[in-house]
């Protein structure tokens, strides 16, 4: 028997259409292949990495995640704050998922305004949250058949 795999989707929704998208797409992949899945909603992207570290830490059997998926979306404007929330955010989940061993998908889209949102969100477009529901479950599948000689 096959163990029933949990995923955890940390999303920001300070875009609404946008991470409904996301969440919609990542949703849609997990469904088909019969996951468990949470959403946990924070307020930024810059709180997804530091809210999978504080879940991933805090495990016992009521809320054990395979793996994480990161949703969420940062558009340019006119402050250098767009490079800080992009750079750190992916940063901080490339540096959880490598030191921790935990299998996360980053789904936040970092675009240069709303029209390249919308398509890299749209489920039946590129669906940006679908391919991170997939790097999650390749990553899971990796952990999962990894054996020590």
Known sequence: MSKKINILLVCSPYYKLISENL???????????????DVLFVPGALEIPPAIK??????????????????????RGETYHFEI???ESARSLSNLSVLSSLPIGNGILTVENMEQAILRSDPKKLNKGA?????CLSLIEIKNN???E
């Open 23 to 37: 969440i919609k797409g990542a949703s849609e992949i997990l469904n088909e292949k019969s996951i468990n899945y």
């Open 146 to 148: 990894l054996w020590v």
């Open 54 to 75: 504080l879940v991933s830490s805090n495990l016992n059997k009521s809320n054990f995640f395979d793996g994480y998926i990161a949703l969420g979306c940062v558009i």
């Open 131 to 135: 391919g991170a529901a997939l790097a």
């Open 85 to 87: 929330v992009a750079t």
